[in-house]
Structures are given as structure tokens and as C-alpha cells.
């Protein structure tokens, strides 16, 4: 995502929800990006506010989670589970007070399309 975002300009500003502790997120984005805005949110205010579920157990040996755990622990390493591990990831494009768009994760490994995202946020710039 760090280099979609580098070498997409119509990408929005992103904010990662993490449940790990500030110091935590701090740490683990420091080695990733840098850059990147997050907040900590270890009691799951946001996520029960957006209505993020968790997932089934059987989720976690279906191809698709298992092919996106791969590659994600070859990208990221794996360091010590935060949080409820069975927590779906969220996604979603809001403006203002405004949900504008959401991605329903099916699983683990259902990421959204950033090209979708991209075209999304220029509709809604030129939008009157």
C-alpha cells in the first residue's frame, strides 16, 4: 500500500486504526512507513463504530488467508499478535463526518482495489 500511495497521487490520505498500544504502532510504523498517519484503538471503539466484525476460525485455512498471510510475513516479519487476532481488517473512504464508500472484507486476504479507491476519490473531487 506504502508504494501505491508513493506512486499514486489519486490515492486519499490514509489513517491506519491499529489495536496494538500508541507505542506499539509507533515502533512497527517507524520500520514500515514512516510516514504514515495511525491512531491506536485497543478497546475497538472504531472498529465496533464501523461495524468491523470478527472472523470464524475456519477463515483462518481458507487458500485466500492463507496465500495473504505468506506474503505478508515475508513483506512485514511477524511480531507478537495485538489484539483480538480474529478481527476482520476494515476499509473505508470517509469525508467529514461522511462514509462515502466501504470495503466488506469475506476474509483475511479480500483486499479492496486501490484502482477502485483512485477513481472513487477523483469521482467525488470533480463532483459539483
Not at 490515492?11 to 510504523?29: A, K
Not at 470495503?103 to 472513487?120: K, M, T, V, Y
Amino acid at each position: 500500500m506504502r508504494r501505491a500511495c508513493e506512486e499514486q497521487s489519486s490515492l486519499p490520505s490514509i489513517l491506519f486504526v491499529h489495536q496494538g498500544s500508541r507505542e506499539e504502532g509507533e515502533r512497527f510504523f517507524a520500520r514500515q512507513w514512516p510516514e504514515a498517519r495511525a491512531i491506536s484503538d485497543p478497546k475497538l471503539e472504531l472498529y465496533e463504530t464501523f461495524g468491523i466484525g470478527r472472523a470464524r476460525a475456519r477463515e483462518l485455512l481458507s487458500p485466500s488467508y492463507l496465500l495473504a498471510a505468506t506474503a505478508s510475513l515475508l513483506r512485514v516479519g511477524c511480531g507478537r499478535p495485538q489484539g483480538d487476532v480474529m478481527r476482520r481488517p476494515g476499509a473505508f473512504l470517509v469525508q467529514g463526518e461522511r462514509v462515502l464508500w466501504s470495503h466488506a472484507f469475506r476474509h483475511f486476504g479480500d483486499h479492496p482495489s486501490l484502482a477502485e479507491i483512485a477513481r472513487l476519490t477523483s469521482a467525488w473531487e470533480q463532483a459539483p
